[in-house]
Every structure is written in structure tokens, then in C-alpha cells.
């Protein structure tokens, strides 16, 4: 059955309609992970090891959303951005791109602490 088919859903006979409303639902129940969720679970983490160190933990917002943008349009973003059968496995994908975020993250920002990278910056 193709999305001809599901198109054609007004056209078609009591007969046949339970086999389009499966098909619907079967569509319907594919999970996709949510990039928004991806940056929340990201952030949430980020604060997390920070408040293990501080008393006020804060965090990039621009940065974050710089770095997350930039690895959905990755082409390998692009590529693990659709449908999975299960819940489980679109969250699987959330939480592996959440935690590359978070390491990314505190990358830059251990390099941003450095005094030549300043000093750089400051040149610039």
C-alpha cells in the first residue's frame, strides 16, 4: 500500500479502510528524535558537572545552541535525523548527540580559559 493509497482514503469502501487506518498508525508510531530535547538533555548535563564545581553554575546559551545547529545540519545529523521503530531507539540517538554536545562544549570552553587563547582573542 502506497501513499497513493492513504490519499485515496475518502474514495475508498468500508472494505478496505481498516487496512489504510493500520498502515496510518504504523506510520504514526515511528519516534523521531527531538532536537530539542537533544539540546535540554545537553544542558541539563552541562549544568549538572558545573554544579559539582560551583555554587552558581551558568552556561552558554549561544554556544550551545551554535554547537547543537551546527551538528544537526552535520551530514551525519542529517543522516540519523528520521524514523525509528521504538521510542527507545530515537531516545538512544537523543542521548548520544546530547552527550557530544556536552563534551564539545566543554572543550571550547576549557580552550576559551587558556591565556594564549585569550591573548589571541584579545588580538582579535
Do not use: W
Not at 6 to 18: A, Q, T
Not at 98 to 119: C, S
Request: include cysteine; charge should be negative.
Amino acid at each position: 500500500m502506497g501513499i497513493a493509497s492513504v490519499r485515496n482514503l475518502s474514495e475508498m469502501d468500508d472494505s478496505n479502510s481498516h487496512v489504510v487506518l493500520t498502515y496510518v498508525m504504523e506510520l504514526t508510531n515511528y519516534s523521531y528524535p527531538m532536537r530539542a530535547a537533544i539540546r535540554y538533555k545537553a544542558k541539563t548535563q552541562i549544568l549538572a558537572e558545573q554544579a559539582k564545581l560551583t555554587d552558581s553554575p551558568t552556561i552558554d546559551d549561544a554556544l550551545l545552541r551554535e554547537l547543537a545547529s551546527t551538528v544537526f545540519r552535520s551530514e551525519r545529523g542529517k543522516a540519523v535525523f528520521c524514523a525509528y521503530p521504538t521510542h527507545a531507539e530515537a531516545e538512544d540517538i537523543e542521548n548520544r548527540f546530547a552527550a557530544e554536545l556536552v563534551v564539545a562544549y566543554q572543550m571550547i570552553q576549557r580552550n576559551q580559559a587558556e591565556p594564549l587563547v585569550q591573548r589571541l582573542n584579545q588580538l582579535l
